[in-house]
């Protein structure tokens, strides 16, 4: 850290004045992309509006649209690089392996499980993979797993950073789709546990069928505290985070935000990030800032277009031609979404396809949260699901294995989750049970 003074003195300045300091101006960076690329995108509806007729079913397309919440997703993204950093994520995955790692196949349930719990805070599947994966592949190849079958698995479960809330795709659809992103991650909550046990419960039926895992440590009460007790800090996070959004303390943009604050806080605390961390990790994050946020800023007007020249009632209208089947019509919005996942990132997915396939949705009689679980949900198989298969190429970056390799083992999991998928679809009840609370 060459820019840092030596001394204790100079350390204590330091750490008074420049560390907020970094933070608040790294932010103000960050922030640049974002609201650039809102700008264009707003720039661009609003020329269209001079000449293109906006509605949709009678209301426009783009009412309601809360721009503030696609803060979130820097946020979140930073969130997720702040807890590799700081060593926080290793923490969680111990008190997943101290949970589960004395069940059969533990080590592998305890690496989907600290999946899930990374995708509490980071809200990204390609972090949770690279994070989960270097600390995870080496043990299970360790334990008896082949290479290809522990990247498959790993690659697998950080699926549920998309499908667990907070989640960058939810944030995503709430924008495009003018819902709420805090009610989106509440509906959201039993699928995306639903998904995480699909993976755990494959990974049992395959090691019952290849004995990959040929021991295990017994589960111990007294192991269990204390490994609770270490990762205290990092559990704290998480609760802060779905604790605030779920009681309506916090927006889910606010929720970010805190959490940002509360790792770099922790990390800095605990003596495991320093204060030239900061810059690296809002470089880091801003580069996948410049990837996700231009796409949205286009593919927002192109939607629009596409609802200006009535291309959704016309698909509704030709789809209502072919068959008058729900169970059909169904069927062949989730055969559309797993095509569409395989070859096309999330995020131009969601704001390209949902508009167009939304009023199709209503047609069958779901309502459009039932409608966002079920695209978001369907739209994860394509993490894992070759040529794109965006895990898998994470994965094979971190082991040199191949990805046609990795993609067979991952095979049994994308037919798991599929399952989840066509249960999510037909049992309402999955994503709409928050509606019996109000």
Aim: net charge negative; hydrophobic share 55%; charged share 10%.
């Amino acid at each position: 850290m060459e820019f840092l003074a030596t001394g204790q003195a100079s350390a204590d300045l330091g750490w008074a004045f420049y560390g907020p300091l970094a933070l608040l101006v790294g932010l103000i960076v960050l922030g640049i992309p974002i609201w650039v690329a809102i700008g264009l995108g707003t720039l661009g509806m609003l020329t269209m509006t001079e000449t293109l007729p906006l509605s949709v079913f009678g209301e426009s397309l783009f009412e309601g649209i809360n721009a503030f919440a696609l803060i979130a997703v820097p946020l979140f993204i930073l969130t997720g690089d702040a807890l590799v950093r700081s060593g926080l994520s290793g923490k969680l995955l111990d008190v997943a392996e101290a949970s589960v790692g004395g069940m059969r196949t533990g080590l592998g349930s305890s690496t989907t499980l600290g999946c899930g719990f990374f995708a509490c805070i980071s809200g990204s599947d390609a972090a949770g993979a690279a994070a989960v994966g270097r600390m995870t592949i080496h043990r299970l190849v360790e334990r008896g797993y082949p290479l290809p079958a522990a990247c498959a698995l790993v690659a697998s479960g950080a699926c549920t950073g998309i499908l667990i809330p907070p989640s960058i795709a939810y944030i995503v659809m709430g924008l495009v789709l003018g819902m709420s992103v805090s009610t989106l991650f509440l509906a959201a909550a039993i699928p995306g546990v639903m998904v995480m046990l699909a993976v755990m419960t494959t990974n049992v039926v395959l090691n019952r069928l290849y004995g990959f895992e040929g021991e295990r440590a017994p589960f111990s009460w007294s192991r269990w505290a204390a490994t609770v007790w270490d990762a205290r800090w990092a559990l704290f996070v998480p609760v802060v985070i779905l604790g605030g959004i779920y009681s309506g303390i916090f927006t889910p943009t606010e929720a970010a935000s805190v959490a940002v604050v509360v790792v770099v806080l922790i990390g800095l605390h605990q003596g495991r990030l320093t204060l030239g961390d900061i810059p690296r990790m809002l470089e880091s994050s801003a580069r996948v800032c410049g990837v996700i946020v231009p796409i949205i800023a286009v593919s927002l007007p192109l939607a629009q277009t596409l609802a200006s020249l009535d291309i959704p009632q016309t698909m509704v209208t030709g789809v209502g031609e072919l068959t008058d089947s729900p169970v059909l019509i169904i069927l062949l919005m989730i055969g559309i979404l797993i095509l569409a996942g395989c070859v096309m990132e999330t995020t131009p997915n969601i704001v390209i396809l949902s508009p167009l396939l939304l009023p199709l949705a209503l047609e069958v009689g779901m309502n459009q949260f039932h409608f966002a679980i079920l695209m978001v949900t369907t739209l994860g198989l394509g993490f894992i699901t070759p040529p794109l298969g965006l895990n898998l190429f994470v994965v094979s970056g971190l082991t040199r294995c191949s990805v046609l390799a990795i993609a067979r083992y991952a095979f049994p999991f994308v037919l798991g989750m599929l399952l989840v998928v066509l249960l999510i679809a037909f049992v309402p009840w999955l994503s709409t049970w928050w509606l019996k609370l109000n």
